[in-house]
């Protein structure tokens, strides 16, 4: 086995993050300043939206969002089963009702067909993560006629036909942690067109120093994050190229394995490769780690599971038994692309 260990994600970070930073703190002023102001414009014109607030994460953003509806104890939230714990938090601190919808086998995004089943007279909106970084059908959800929240949490810079993901819906949320399409370490934003929601949120994220009181929130991002986000911002379009260059030659070279690959309607930026295989997940997930290549399961747990709901997740489950994620960042050097390819190769033919 090679001594060097290919992780399962990492940043793309370079001496330009390091030339940023190094100006901010030079600055003085770390905190939610003026680089702040302006990744939040540049996160606005990416996305073809009228405002974004940056935040201290994408489950902040989530949350302020639905507070912003209007979300409380009385409101169902309709959210995808397959998907990790950040939403079903987000909804839960509104006191708001999840309802958990299955997915899709083919793109793992939430099921329009689950979410026609789902919903109720109580219903306020439905979340719908980009899973993977595989564009949902934001259209035809749309004519659920029920309120999108686009989840773009690892989806930035996707493509929904002629426009980005994060224009539609009441509001969309993204994240922007250290493995994310673009690594910040930490931190997040809400984009919307509704200006009461950006003007709610922009209240909403900073405790202090206000006319009147009310619970408002520490969900500031810094301007030592959004140094790093825009500098990200820039290399984003050749970071999605990186990653959609990786997964053409994934592609072809797993073609003739018995294994399922990943599929797009749309747009499919490759934030995960997740394939799936009628091995055990946990099979492959060892036998590649002996060979210094460590993948994962893409969600560690669904959360029709955490839940106890044991029917009527059919994909989820499905999906859960048999989805494996294997290493696809920008970062990867050549070399380590083949390792990856041959790994693969030999773990899968050799239980033949």
Request: one cysteine or more; glycine letters at 8%; proline letters at 4%.
């Amino acid at each position: 086995m090679d001594d060097h260990i290919i992780q399962h994600s990492k940043p793309t970070l370079c001496g330009e993050e390091v030339d940023a930073l190094s100006l901010v703190i030079k600055s003085g002023h770390i905190a939610q300043g003026d680089k702040v102001e302006e990744f939040e414009d540049a996160l606005a014109r990416f996305a073809g939206v009228k405002g974004a607030v940056a935040l201290s994460s994408g489950t902040a953003a989530l949350h302020l969002g639905l507070l912003a509806m209007g979300v409380s104890s009385r409101d169902e939230v309709l959210l995808p089963s397959y998907v990790c714990t950040a939403p079903l938090n987000a909804v839960h601190y509104t006191n708001g009702r999840p309802r958990l919808c299955d997915i899709e086998l083919e793109s793992f995004n939430i099921s329009l067909e689950s979410i026609e089943e789902a919903g109720t007279e109580d219903t306020k909106a439905v979340i719908v993560p980009h899973m993977f970084g595989n564009t949902a059908d934001l259209e035809r959800i749309e004519e659920a006629g029920i309120a999108v929240i686009e989840d773009c949490a690892q989806s930035v810079g996707a493509m929904y036909g002629e426009v980005r993901t994060g224009s539609f819906g009441r509001f969309s949320i993204m994240s922007f942690y250290a493995t994310k399409m673009m690594a910040c370490g930490e931190g997040g934003a809400l984009l919307s067109n509704d200006e009461k929601i950006l003007m709610f949120a922009r209240d909403m994220r900073d405790y202090d120093e206000k006319d009147s009181y009310k619970v408002r929130y520490n969900y500031k991002m810094t301007d030592v994050q959004a140094a790093m986000g825009l500098v990200q911002m820039k290399k984003l379009p050749g970071m999605i190229q990186r990653r959609k260059e990786i997964a053409s030659r994934y592609d072809e070279a797993f073609k003739d394995l018995e294994i399922i690959l990943p599929k797009a309607e749309f747009d499919h930026v490759y934030y995960r490769y997740v394939i799936r295989t009628e091995k055990p997940p946990q099979e492959v997930i060892s036998s590649m780690k002996e060979k210094g290549i460590i993948c994962a399961r893409p969600v560690f747990n669904p959360l029709n599971r955490y839940l106890e709901m044991r029917s009527g997740f059919r994909n989820t489950d499905e999906v859960f038994s048999s989805a494996v994620s294997i290493p696809i960042y920008p970062a990867l050097t050549g070399e380590e692309e083949k390792r990856i390819i041959e790994g693969v190769k030999e773990s899968f033919i050799s239980y033949e």
